[in-house]
């Protein structure tokens, strides 16, 4: 089996991270990866913003999940209201990728771009977990300023970057009934 291949499979969700900071040498490679994702007609929509700053780590938590505690959804309700969640897990690194407002494939294009940082880091022995419950951050009025976007972009996905705090977990098990072919 090809490393490729090996790193994808290979590649899980960490959910608690040791206080040791990314090496820059690390980071210049995972924000590279990022940069060569595939993207709609070459546009390269993307901004990608390195928060390193607890101090608005921790802001962005605090703000997501005081959304999150108004939710109808009695789930994101009940993690939002939750006082010992943290969003990124306490990981010393959060990437968030932006996408220019009018571009033909913002979501798409930002998607790939940070599932290659994500397979980039895991190559490297770097933990990682894109963290969806951001979006209850990202979508404030005041997260482009606080993230320092040039003008015109729009946060739309973060991830957790560290070195994992614990063991690496099995791969929950995949439905191999999804595939129809048509030959």
Known sequence: MNDVIKTILSRRSVRAYTDRQLA?????????????AP????????HF?????????????????????????AWVKGVGSDPSFHLTYNAPTVIVVSGKKDSMGLDTDTCAAMENMLLAAESLGI?????????FYLTLEEA????????????????????????KLPAPARNPDVVTYIR
């Open 127 to 135: 933990g990682s977990v894109w963290v969806g419950l951001l979006r």
């Open 39 to 46: 993207t709609a007609h070459n546009g390269q929509p993307w």
């Open 144 to 167: 482009p300023a606080s993230l320092r976007l040039p003008e015109g972009y729009v946060p739309m996905h973060g991830a957790a970057f560290g070195y994992a705090g614990g063991p």
């Open 49 to 73: 913003t390195v928060v390193q700053d607890k101090a608005l780590i921790d802001e962005m938590n605090v703000k997501a999940k005081a959304v999150m505690a108004k939710s109808d959804n």
């Open 24 to 36: 820059q040498e690390d980071l210049d490679l995972i924000l590279e990866a990022g940069r060569y």
